[in-house]
Every structure is written in C-alpha cells, then in structure tokens.
C-alpha cells in the first residue's frame, strides 16, 4: 500500500528543470534538460528528493513515478508554443518501476495521446540501482522510440561490466542504430574536481573520463553526458576530451520549468 500522500503533497509536485549543455554546438534551438522535481509537505514546507525517495516503499515509488510524468507531460504540452519540435526533455525513472510495472509502455503512450506529446522528445533516464528488468526495459525504451540515459555512471553500483554488458551489447545485438539514442551520464564526483590542482586524484579522474571514452568508440552513436560542471576550465577540459554535454551550476541550478525558460549556450 501507498505511502506517498502521508510524505507530500500529491497536489503541488513543482516540476524543475536544469538544462543540459551540448559542448559542440552554440545552436541555440537545441533544447535539453532534465526534468528535477521538488515537493511539498502537508505542512507546505519544501521537500528535496533525497528527503522523500529513502521514506517511499515500493508502491509510492511506482505512484510519484506516474505523478511526475502525469504532471511533467501537462507541463510540456502547456509549453508548446516556446518548445521547438526537437526539443528533448529527460524524465527519471525509478528502479521499482522498471521491476514491477509492467504495463509501463503502453501507460506511456496514453499519456503522450492525452497530452499531444512525441516520444521522440522524451528521454528516459534510469540510475544506478536499476538492477532486475534492466535490460528488457532498455530495449524496450529505445525500440519505442524514446531515448535512454544511464545516470550516475561510475558509481559502485553501476560500474563499467554492468554498463558494458546489461545495456550497450544488449542494445548492439537489438540494432546497432539503436546506440544513438544512448546517452551515458558521468557521475559528478569525477568531474568537479577535475582542475583541482591534486595530481593523484586529477589523475585517476582523468584516466576514468578517457576510459568511458573508448567505450564511447567501441559503441558507436553513444553520447556522453558529463555532471557537476561548475567551472568554465573544467567545461573546456571536457570539451576539449571529446564529452559531448555538460550539465551543472556553471550554466544553470535547477529552476521551475515555465515559459521564461530558455537553453543556455557553451561560450568557451
């Protein structure tokens, strides 16, 4: 049974958003962002996600799930007219979804029917503890023809064996022109400290970033993702690598996703 109305208040879920930054490209029609929710309780004092997800059992994992893609997809349709057609908004999906909701996909689809919004303008983004029935939904988020992030990337609980062989092989033998739609997202902690002037910890960073790199050649089409950005030095580093975005303070914090909302742009 659901706990979630006992934690927030299910009626005023605060839909934020943090752009993603494509570092080789100042095209400004390029409009990407993660979608970040904030909360509220029942007294009305704001909650954060690492505040609420640790209280939630199953259940209300499953429930703020489909609250925050009911309430993110009105949200995007009510931003129609600012939103090109190319825009990609990126939506965080649990692990207890990924394992017990099977009906999923076609809940999807009668939402994007409900709200006129295109798949292809959706990307689904799973974390670390995606663990029983990832390599299913991956292939299904992609042969439904919605993008896949892979958050947190590096982390113990999604190390490079997990990566390699649950997802990019998996979706390689699906169909290689699937891997475009791959985004593999850099955990922050290797990267905010990447022109800290401490030579065996800039090292190891470094060596982790040229690392996901090859895989990045060995798995054609993918696009990396680094986060935590916070500096323009450590911006141009990535860049200068080859990492395809950039998410972080260093452009934007996450802000209430509106019609004031606009993409910043990579200016070295």
Same mark, same amino acid.
């Given at each position: 049974?659901?706990?979630?109305?006992?934690?927030?208040?299910?009626?005023?879920?605060?839909?934020?958003?943090?752009?993603?930054?494509?570092?080789?490209?100042?095209?400004?029609?390029?409009?990407?962002?993660?979608?970040?929710?904030?909360?509220?309780?029942?007294?009305?004092?704001?909650?954060?996600?690492?505040?609420?997800?640790?209280?939630?059992?199953?259940?209300?994992?499953? !429930?703020?799930?489909?609250?925050? %893609?009911?309430?993110?997809? #009105?949200?995007?349709?009510?931003? =129609?007219? @600012?939103? *090109?057609? $190319?825009?990609?908004?990126?939506?965080?999906?649990?692990?207890?979804?990924?394992?017990?909701?099977?009906?999923?996909?076609?809940?999807?689809?009668?939402?994007?029917?409900?709200?006129?919004?295109?798949?292809?303008?959706?990307?689904?983004?799973?974390?670390?503890?995606?663990?029983?029935?990832?390599?299913?939904?991956?292939?299904?988020?992609?042969?439904?023809?919605?993008?896949?992030?892979?958050?947190?990337?590096?982390?113990?609980?999604?190390?490079?064996?997990?990566?390699?062989?649950?997802?990019?092989?998996?979706? !390689?033998?699906?169909?290689?022109? %699937?891997?475009?739609?791959? #985004?593999?997202?850099?955990?922050? =902690?290797? @990267?905010? *400290?990447? $022109?800290?002037?401490?030579?065996?910890?800039?090292?190891?960073?470094?060596?982790?970033?040229?690392?996901?790199?090859?895989?990045?050649?060995?798995?054609?089409?993918?696009?990396?993702?680094?986060?935590?950005?916070?500096?323009?030095?450590?911006?141009?580093?990535?860049?200068?690598?080859?990492?395809?975005?950039?998410?972080?303070?260093?452009?934007?914090?996450?802000?209430?996703?509106?019609?004031?909302?606009?993409?910043?742009?990579?200016?070295?």
């Amino acid at each position: 049974m659901s706990n979630l109305k006992n934690i927030i208040d299910v009626d005023k879920l605060l839909i934020h958003a943090q752009p993603i930054i494509n570092l080789k490209s100042n095209d400004a029609n390029l409009q990407y962002f993660e979608i970040l929710s904030r909360f509220l309780n029942n007294e009305g004092n704001m909650l954060y996600p690492d505040e609420v997800f640790p209280k939630l059992n199953s259940d209300s994992l499953i !429930e703020l799930d489909i609250l925050i %893609l009911e309430t993110t997809y #009105k949200k995007l349709n009510q931003m =129609s007219s @600012i939103l *090109n057609k $190319d825009y990609m908004a990126t939506i965080n999906i649990s692990a207890e979804t990924i394992k017990n909701k099977l009906d999923f996909f076609d809940y999807l689809k009668q939402l994007e029917e409900k709200h006129a919004i295109n798949s292809e303008n959706i990307t689904l983004e799973i974390n670390e503890k995606s663990n029983e029935g990832l390599t299913d939904f991956v292939i299904k988020t992609l042969t439904n023809n919605y993008s896949l992030a892979i958050d947190d990337f590096g982390t113990k609980n999604f190390p490079i064996q997990k990566l390699r062989y649950d997802v990019l092989v998996e979706v !390689e033998k699906e169909s290689p022109a %699937l891997l475009k739609k791959v #985004k593999v997202k850099l955990d922050q =902690s290797f @990267i905010k *400290n990447l $022109d800290i002037d401490n030579a065996l910890d800039n090292a190891i960073d470094h060596a982790f970033i040229d690392m996901i790199l090859t895989v990045k050649n060995r798995f054609k089409g993918i696009e990396i993702v680094a986060e935590g950005v916070e500096t323009l030095n450590i911006a141009n580093l990535l860049s200068n690598k080859g990492i395809d975005f950039g998410q972080g303070y260093f452009w934007k914090k996450p802000a209430l996703l509106d019609e004031s909302y606009s993409q910043p742009l990579f200016e070295r």
